[in-house]
């Protein structure tokens, strides 16, 4: 069986339309949109702030905590329980491992910087969207950190390496693999890596390099997201 | 090869490369990443002869010495207040720094500042841990009584108060009110209500517009054309 064209017309290596929006939660130190088609993510940054209980202090450094959650109504028919569960939890804790190594929380001692992730509405690459918002919302919480993360997701549908699976990729009728990783675009490293599915070493490596190429792209739309920002409407620039 | 990707006052983000090769030394908000100076945070780029720095547009307070900030007492120990601060640390202000009054052994320190009172302080240590002590005696520390309190983006309070108090004594005229802004972002401010109104309205206005050129005569007009009075800008002594 072969995968001639993708069931929304989309090429291979083509990326679901983006959305990106910074300060969106007005409240919170930081905050962002993303969108990758119909998966949308908003993040909520909140801190450097004081820890309790004071066991969970780390006199080190600054503690990142991440919550990942889909609301009730996200998904396609089925509703969502809401409150945590055993894949939330999990994609929590990918989530914080992906962005923790590009913090720097050195400065903040026993203190926190908690992120939360709310989904919406979700059709899969609903971790990679977290990732996204959860990356530019830290930046404009103005923590210092050596890079943004973007991520997706890459994988196989039959014999074609495809970039940015939807959920009827995902569910299709054949061998899938399903690859999220998260990139740092100017560090070139990887951060996050997992993988649902069966893939040859040669397609996860043409799968890998085509996540990277797409991850640059999205860095883009990021960084014109965090800059967007400061452009006011109306306000004249005096030289 | 030495090359300056950036421009002075453009806006960058965590992980944009701003400068390749060794003839420049990376500053605040910057590192090297191999030959290239990357940039480490949100803010506005500013070069000041071979270095590269990173004005922050954003980000919590966090307490320095040397800083007048105001604080709210949260709590009263046996010798002295815990103060909460607007970052992540609370300071202590203990009873010998606090007053120049006398304070009998085992009196009620609420008598003196009680709990959820402002206070003007200043921060007189800071350890590698971050456990902070604010003092109280020295020119212009007080307790606040009435007045409003906002909050505000602490990296915009430079902007706020203008060089040498320019723009905090251009809103004071403007609308009559007494105005004290901590570097911790947390600005009070006490007049008659339509004024102190005012005067949030132009500190938000600040705030949101303070990274393009010619603020305090945007500013000026603002107030001008809100008040009707002729205003000045003058240099605090």
């Excluded at chain 1, 300060?23 to 088609?37: H, T």
């Excluded at chain 1, 009730?72 to 962005?99: N, Y």
């Excluded at chain 1, 040669?202 to 640059?216: E, N, P, T, V």
């Amino acid at each position: 069986m072969t995968y001639e064209r993708r069931i929304d017309g989309r090429k291979f290596d083509e990326i679901r339309p983006m959305e990106a929006k910074v300060g969106v939660i007005k409240r919170a130190d930081g905050s962002a949109m993303f969108r990758f088609g119909n998966t949308i993510a908003y993040a909520a940054v909140y801190g450097p702030r004081n820890l309790y209980p004071k066991f969970l202090q780390d006199p080190a450094q600054g503690i990142l905590r991440c919550y990942y959650n889909m609301m009730p109504f996200s998904s396609s028919g089925e509703r969502v329980r809401p409150g945590g569960s055993r894949r939330s939890k999990e994609i929590s804790m990918v989530t914080e491992k992906a962005l923790k190594t590009v913090l720097n929380l050195k400065e903040y001692p026993n203190s926190v910087v908690d992120v939360f992730i709310e989904l919406p509405q979700t059709e899969a690459g609903s971790r990679c969207a977290g990732i996204c918002a959860a990356s530019m919302a830290l930046a404009d919480a103005g923590l210092i950190m050596k890079d943004m993360v973007s991520a997706i997701s890459v994988g196989r549908v039959d014999d074609k390496v495809v970039v940015d699976l939807d959920y009827s990729e995902e569910s299709y009728d054949g061998i899938v693999a399903d690859i999220p990783i998260a990139y740092l675009p100017t560090l070139g490293k990887i951060t996050l890596l997992q993988m649902d599915g069966i893939v040859p070493k040669k397609m996860l490596i043409d799968a890998l390099q085509q996540g990277i190429k797409a991850c640059q792209k999205i860095s883009e739309v990021q960084k014109k997201a965090l800059k967007q920002k400061y452009v006011l409407e109306g306000v004249e620039d005096v030289q | 090869m030495v090359e300056v990707k950036v421009k002075d006052k453009d806006i960058v983000v965590p992980g944009e490369i701003l400068a390749d090769g060794m003839g420049y030394v990376p500053g605040v908000g910057t590192y090297r990443e191999g030959e290239a100076i990357v940039s480490e945070r949100v803010g506005v780029v500013s070069i000041d002869g071979r270095a590269i720095k990173l004005i922050p547009l954003s980000g919590r307070y966090l307490p320095k010495r040397g800083d007048t900030i105001l604080c709210q007492v949260v709590d009263v120990t046996m010798n002295g207040w815990r103060l909460e601060t607007n970052s992540a640390y609370q300071a202590m202000l203990s009873l010998k720094e606090a007053t120049s009054e006398f304070i009998a052994r085992g009196a009620d320190l609420r008598k003196f500042y009680d709990l959820g009172d402002y206070l003007v302080c200043k921060v007189s240590n800071v350890t590698s841990q971050m456990l902070v002590d604010v003092m109280m005696k020295g020119p212009g520390l007080r307790k606040l009584n009435g007045g409003r309190v906002i909050s505000v983006n602490c990296n915009k309070v430079p902007r706020i108060i203008g060089k040498h108090g320019s723009m905090v004594s251009l809103i004071k005229e403007a609308s009559g009110c007494q105005i004290i802004v901590g570097q911790n972002g947390l600005v009070w401010m006490q007049g008659n209500p339509e004024g102190e109104l005012l005067a949030v309205r132009t500190i938000r206005m600040i705030e949101t517009e303070s990274h393009i050129t010619g603020l305090t005569n945007r500013i000026k007009d603002f107030l001008e054309k809100t008040t009707g009075k002729t205003l000045e800008i003058r240099m605090e002594q």
